[in-house]
Each structure stands twice: as C-alpha cells, then as structure tokens.
C-alpha cells in the first residue's frame, strides 16, 4: 500500500496563475482532508470531505477550491494564486469514526512568486 | 473560538524524560490527539486521548484532564531520533483535528 500521496512535491507559481494539486490514498478512507503549514505554525484546515462527492470548509478555505469526485482522490485548486498561499501542504486521510487518526501524505511545497 | 497552547520549543538530554504540555479551549471537544512531524516530513499520529487519564504507547505516554482543559504528551528514555516537532490537536464537534502551533523538541547528547 502507497498510503497517501500527493503530486507534485514542488511548484513555482507566478501570482495569477491557476494549478491543482492532487492528493490519492488507498486505504478506502472517506474522510479526506487538505491542511496548509506555514513557517512556525501548526497545521490549519482548508477543506475536507466526508465521502465521495462531498467537501465543507475548514478553517482557512478563501482562494482554494476541491473536488472528491472519486473516493481515493481529493483535489485541491488554487484559482488565482497569490504570494500568501506560499506554503506546505499536506493532504490526510482517515476513516470515519477514527477521525483522531489522520494519515497525512509527504506535503507539496508551493512557492507563489 | 478554538485554541490550544503548548510551548514553542523543548531541550532535553538523551535518555532523560520529558513532558510537553497542551492547554485548549475548543468547542465541542470529544478527545486530545498527538502528532510527531520530523523536519522535511509529514506528521505521524501517535496517541489519542478521549477520556481523562494516561494511555501509554511504548516510550510515549499521553494524559488528558478534561476538568482542568489539559494534557500533556511524555516521552521516557528520550532517543536523539525523538528530536521533532509535537503537535497537539483537538477533535471537535464537526469532526475535525484543530492542531497546535507545535513544540519543537531537540534532544542533545
């Protein structure tokens, strides 16, 4: 089993410019979840899913946008990128019940020009 | 609001113990989560805790009083690899972990 993954692992953006990250697990997980860490700071919720074709914000979801069309993958948009969203995130996973366990992927790093 | 406090950073000797603390102040609260992220890396969950008292795993123990909004993580036989960042996080009432701004915790010889 991979676990969870995510690509890419590192981008550059220009400010304006448009680009998805992508997040799989498989581990028929329907809770999905797309954190951002910046310097110095815990890990802050951007959107989340409970199940295929659902997603609900979380703490910081202005400028980002996701999709979970499919189970295993959990999509995160970045419509108009600006120099803020410069940060690492991480996409997890969990099972529903078990949402004290998260399972987080190796993180993409942004950097927004 | 939700909020969980917990010292910015920790120095330790090899094989000593240590303990990180966590206040909160969440809504909705159903139980304390810890989490191990190594530099470059993604966190690792560790132990949760929903009812008070001590759960140990290993050389990691964690303890929650709900009374007292509180919990610490404690680590015994302290090994340089245990040098990371700790976080804290609260489950909430919509299901969600609401993380603390992490303990860095450097382990010297």
């Known amino acids: 089993n991979a676990g969870v993954t995510q690509t890419p692992k590192f981008r550059v953006l220009k400010t304006g410019q448009s680009m998805t990250l992508l997040c799989a697990q498989d581990?028929?997980?329907?809770?999905m979840y797309w954190y951002r860490q910046d310097p110095g700071m815990g890990l802050r919720l951007i959107h989340y899913?409970?199940?295929?074709?659902?997603?609900a914000k979380g703490e910081v979801p202005d400028g980002y946008n996701v999709s979970r069309l499919k189970k295993q993958n959990f999509l995160l948009g970045l419509e108009s990128a600006a120099p803020s969203q410069t940060s690492v995130y991480f996409c997890?996973?969990?099972?529903?019940?078990?949402?004290?366990?998260?399972?987080f992927g190796p993180g993409t790093r942004l950097l927004v020009l | 609001g939700q909020s969980l406090e917990q010292p910015s950073e920790v120095t330790a000797v090899e094989g000593a113990i240590v303990q990180i603390n966590c206040t909160y102040q969440?809504?909705?609260?159903?139980?304390l989560s810890w989490y191990q992220q190594h530099d470059g890396g993604a966190p690792t969950f560790l132990s949760y805790?929903?009812?008070?008292g001590l759960e140990e795993t290993g050389r990691f123990s964690s303890f929650l009083s709900r009374s007292d909004s509180y919990g610490y993580l404690l680590l015994q036989e302290l090994q340089m690899k245990d040098s990371a960042s700790y976080f804290c996080?609260?489950?909430?009432?919509?299901?969600?972990?609401?993380f603390g701004t992490g303990t860095r915790l450097t382990v010297i010889p």
């Open positions: 969440t809504s909705g609260f159903y139980g």
């Open positions: 997890a996973s969990g099972t529903a019940g078990g949402q004290e366990t998260q399972y």
């Open positions: 899913s409970v199940g295929e074709g659902t997603t």
């Open positions: 805790n929903a009812l008070d």
């Open positions: 996080a609260g489950l909430t009432g919509a299901n969600n972990l609401f």
């Open positions: 581990m028929n997980h329907e809770y």
